[in-house]
């Protein structure tokens, strides 16, 4: 019965538990959260959330956009819509197009990438599903980072079988493949999940994180956790890799989940996380030389398992960076840095999620006035089943910027246990867009047009 939900019925069950319906026409700000049934029975879904702060209805669900139940699987009596574990997202260049990726997708035979029209912010529109495993090598789907002219580069952690090496999937401005790169990739632990463009210096760098084969429980030998600790630096314009800078120590590699380009910097200088041994690295690309300049091990609680700083995003100016502090679903903070001496990161301050939280996922509204959080990392609880069960509250948190302080705002009280109708669900990526409507505007076009937050920022 719920493999057959559609989107009708699902919008239906929203507008019956309190969700609010608010007319597209003047939507400010609309928060998209990426996220799946936790039975694994429903859809996987876009929530799309009034995001205007000054509006009445702020916080609340205005629609569910799930996938169609019409997409293939290669598991008998299921669908491509369910169990494909959503993990993250983008925003075109353009603020149109809406990407998700299904992170365990390639176990169920199903396409790995997933694809909105969202020029009706609150009334997203599916268009289409690509990327199969077995066609282009690539599975594990992770980030997404838009391309100027359209289209995206999209992380995928493994290759056809789900193991090293995977790829970077470059998609056009139609959403189709275009090709998967590198051409030849190195058979070095090339696992990549973080990514960053800057086109204006023909540079493009990934990190590795770790090998997502051997998470997984197979042959009745228990999966483990290989992690890397790599930046690669690719020359954009030929698509190749020009340098692999090893990040921490290569006996025990840090897991270096995610990497940003520090805005302005005139070195081009990037900043990675290490998961594993829980330190925040310093990255020159010209160099190729990657030091430790913040340890966020002195942040260990007495009942807690070690600190795992897991996403960070940088704002616009380049002088603030927020971070989520995963205790491995067992509680969770959320720290800012002043980085305006990257050498020397300084804690400004952070925000503690409380007892069985697992930040992961975050990103600034446009207006960077708000950090949003997503709590929920990863539960490997498909077949077959892996090592990995980091959960979370399964709330999106709000933390308002007050006087360089996060402080997180009560008033925003959005719980996928409680308020999605199919039952408790696992939100992971989210993006923001905003269109600034005038009365009597008609169109982008005399309307300020389309700003954006996805994770990677913009």
């Known amino acids: 019965m719920h493999q057959n939900i559609s989107a009708k019925l699902l919008t239906i069950l929203v507008a019956t538990t309190g969700c609010l319906t608010v007319s597209p026409a003047f939507a400010s700000e609309t928060l998209y959260v990426w996220a799946g049934d936790a039975a694994h029975k429903a859809p996987d879904f876009f929530a799309v959330v009034d995001f205007d702060k000054h509006s009445p209805s702020y916080g609340k669900i205005v629609t569910i956009a799930p996938l169609p139940t019409t997409l293939p699987s290669a598991v ?78 999209t992380t995928f952690m493994g290759g056809a079988n789900g193991a090293s090496p995977g790829r970077v999937v470059e998609y056009d401005a139609n959403s189709d493949v275009v090709a998967a790169w590198p051409a030849t990739p190195p058979a070095d632990g090339f696992d990549p999940h973080g990514i960053v463009l800057d086109e204006a210096h023909n540079l ?17 030998v228990a999966g483990v956790v290989q992690a890397r600790g790599s930046v690669r630096v690719w020359d954009l314009a030929q698509r190749t890799i020009t340098k692999t800078i090893t990040v921490g120590d ?101 925000v503690e999620l409380g007892p069985k939280s697992g930040p992961h996922y975050l990103t600034f509204s446009p207006d960077e006035d708000r950090v949003v959080v997503s709590d929920y990392f990863l539960v490997e ?33 959005l719980d996928f246990n409680r308020d999605i109708a199919t039952g408790p669900a696992r939100p992971h990526g989210l993006a923001i867009v905003s269109r600034h409507h005038r009365e009597g505007d008609r169109d982008d076009e005399h309307a300020g047009g389309p700003r954006f937050y996805e994770g990677g920022g913009q």
């Open 76 to 153: 008998p009596l299921s669908n491509g819509a369910i169990g494909n574990e959503p993990h993250h997202v983008g925003v075109s260049a353009d603020g149109k197009t809406l990407a998700g990726g299904g992170l365990l997708s390639i176990l169920r035979g199903k396409n790995g990438a997933f694809f909105f029209d969202i020029s009706d912010p609150r009334a997203p529109v599916f268009l289409k599903a690509n990327t199969l495993a077995s066609v282009n090598s690539a599975s594990i789907t992770d980030e997404f980072t838009p391309k100027p002219e359209g289209g995206f580069f």
């Open 204 to 220: 493009l760098l990934t990190s590795d994180f770790i090998c997502p084969l051997h998470t997984l429980n197979l042959g009745g």
């Open 381 to 413: 609880d498909l077949i077959p089943s892996g090592v990995v069960g980091i959960d979370g509250d399964h709330k999106i948190h709000v933390l308002d910027v007050v006087d360089d302080r996060l402080v997180e705002n009560p008033a925003f009280n």
């Open 250 to 350: 290569p006996a025990n590699p840090p897991g270096t989940i995610n990497v940003e380009i520090i805005p302005h910097d005139f070195r081009e200088r990037a900043f990675v996380s290490g998961v594993i041994d829980g330190k925040l690295y310093l990255v020159d690309p010209r160099a190729g030389t990657a030091q430790p300049v913040f340890d966020f091990n002195p942040f260990a609680l007495p009942e807690a398992p070690a600190p795992w700083p897991h996403l960070f995003r940088i704002n616009k100016a380049g002088t603030r960076l927020a971070l989520t502090l995963n205790y491995q679903g067992l509680d969770g903070k959320v720290v800012w840095l002043d980085i305006q001496n990257p050498e020397h990161p300084r804690l400004l301050n952070f």
